[in-house]
């Protein structure tokens, strides 16, 4: 049985491609548009466009990048000098989405200083909880797939690593392998 | 039970106490920010605990005297003495450091001082960047000489527009990862968290104490237990709360202050007086609770007990 997904820690841009308005709230941006397709670059642009037409003196920093890693480093290299006031607004596919979310709480970033736009939510990277590979697949929430690291068939779990930004993943038979 | 070992009152309208257990054995250690509630004979009242923090022998308080009060300032102002002893309960946390914020902004006024002294002391233990902004009235800053002893980094304001230069100035240029925590009297909380947040301030960055003096008492009004059928009156300066456990009612309840929700009751019909910090403005339109230890009403109130 699975629990409403509300009540578990995977966010609704994850199950779903949401696009939600800039968080006008803030006085200062960074806008990352992640991905190789124009979607993300899109949402980005419609972002940029909003916050200034809301503060025309606002110089909001929009990246546009490849993918989670080099979003991460334009993350740290904006933070570096940030105040409060900053806001991250983040488009592109929700796995790598969920990992620059990790990388942001980690440099101490909240909730409210977050907004998540998904261009495709059908990837994911699932971490095995025996042997801590993490595999990036299309897979949905609670099915199953082979870990590229030690072979076990994981179950893919309703639960996201804030800090990590991955889905648990964990032997479908577990119980049958320490009994045999 | 504690005693009254020690009584200051070097800053005038305030009154610090110094209580211990009666054996002097150690008590519970707390964590910065705590409040202890101490009963007097109308009620109980909150007061921030400023001493030391870990297995502590003695609890410090200080108290504004509230002429206008339910009588509780007015008790520990006037009534107490080296040797009473008083009905106090365990210290309780609702304004805690938050131990991954970068730099701890703490901006109190008056007395709201109070609970940002054992922040400073934390904040000097453990080494956390700190940065104090307080105003008071010239001659009434209290913890003075302490806080200076504590950290090199707070300034003292007696007006009002130097006070919010620097507040707008520290606010707009504070490093990311700086928490805020306000306390003082209502009006000055609402102003410093209205200027965050137009300055951009996410709420989950801004920590609040509300300690703003005392309820005015209110007025007299009639209460029906539709469950029950009884009826009587809620006096002036009684709060639903006193009133119903005179009753024999048993409410939870906990802070006694419109804080934490213990006490909501339902009710039936009436026109409540909210003047809690709890219920959200739709739960208030709703009018079907209330909280009992600080909101009244305007006439008769039918409660759902």
């Known amino acids: 049985m699975s629990p409403p997904l509300e009540l578990t820690s995977i966010p609704p841009w994850a199950v779903a491609p949401l696009c939600p308005d800039a968080d006008l709230t803030g006085r200062h941006w960074t806008v990352l548009a992640i991905g190789d397709d124009d979607a993300a670059a899109a949402i980005a642009a419609e972002w940029n466009d ?123 038979a577990a119980h049958h392998r320490g009994t045999q | 039970m504690m005693e009254v070992v020690d009584i200051d009152d070097a800053v005038t309208g305030i009154r610090t106490l110094t209580l211990a257990r009666p ?30 923090t870990a297995a502590p022998r003695e609890y410090v308080v200080s108290v504004l005297e509230c002429l206008d009060g339910r009588g509780g300032s007015r008790w520990i102002h006037r009534g107490l003495s080296v040797g009473d002893t008083v009905r106090v309960r365990e210290p309780r946390s609702a304004f805690a450091p938050v131990l991954r914020a970068r730099r701890h902004l703490l901006i109190a006024a008056g007395i709201g001082i109070t609970p940002m002294v054992s922040h400073l002391r934390s ?69 410093v968290v209205a200027l965050a947040i137009d300055l951009g301030w996410p709420p989950s960055r801004i920590h609040v104490e509300h300690f703003g003096g005392e309820l005015a008492p209110g007025e007299p009004f009639e209460v029906e237990l539709v469950r029950s059928g009884e009826t009587f009156v809620v006096d002036s300066g009684v709060s639903l709360l006193e009133a119903l ?41 709703a009018g079907d609770a209330m909280m009992a230890c600080v909101s009244r009403a305007a006439g008769r109130l039918e409660v759902d007990l």
């Not at chain 2, 090199?152 to 990311?176: M, N």
């Open chain 1, 50 to 172: 909003q916050i200034t037409a809301h503060r025309p003196d606002a110089r909001p920093r929009v990246h546009v990048v490849d993918d989670a890693g080099a979003a991460c480093e334009a993350l740290d290299a904006d933070l570096a000098d940030a105040v409060v006031g900053w806001r991250l607004l983040l488009a592109g596919p929700a796995h790598t989405c969920l990992r620059v979310r990790a990388r942001a709480l980690e440099l101490g970033a909240g909730d409210d200083e977050i907004t998540v736009a998904s261009t495709e939510v059908a990837t994911r990277e699932i971490l095995c909880a025996h042997c801590r590979t993490i595999t990036t697949a299309r897979v949905e929430l609670t099915g199953t797939l082979p870990c590229a690291g030690c072979g076990c068939k994981l179950f893919v779990y309703y639960h996201v690593s804030r800090r990590l930004g991955t889905h648990l993943g964990f032997a479908a």
């Open chain 2, 23 to 52: 054996d002097r054995g150690p008590l519970p250690s707390f964590t910065p920010g705590s409040h202890i509630v101490i009963e007097h004979g109308g009620g109980a009242n909150a007061y921030s605990l400023t001493g030391e």
């Open chain 2, 123 to 191: 904040a000097r233990r453990w080494g956390r960047d700190v940065q104090l902004l307080y105003i008071h009235r010239e001659g009434r800053g209290a913890y003075a000489d302490e806080i200076k002893a504590l950290t090199d980094h707070a300034r003292f304001f007696t007006d009002r527009a130097s006070f919010v230069a620097e507040l707008v100035a520290i606010l707009a240029g504070s490093p990311f990862g700086t928490h805020a925590y306000v306390c003082g009297p209502g009006p000055f909380i609402d102003d």
């Open chain 2, 245 to 285: 456990e005179a009753q024999g009612k048993t409410v939870p309840s906990m802070c006694r202050q419109g804080v934490c929700g213990e006490c909501r009751v339902p009710v039936r019909s009436g026109v409540v007086l909210h003047r809690d910090l709890y219920l959200s403005q739709a739960e208030r339109d």
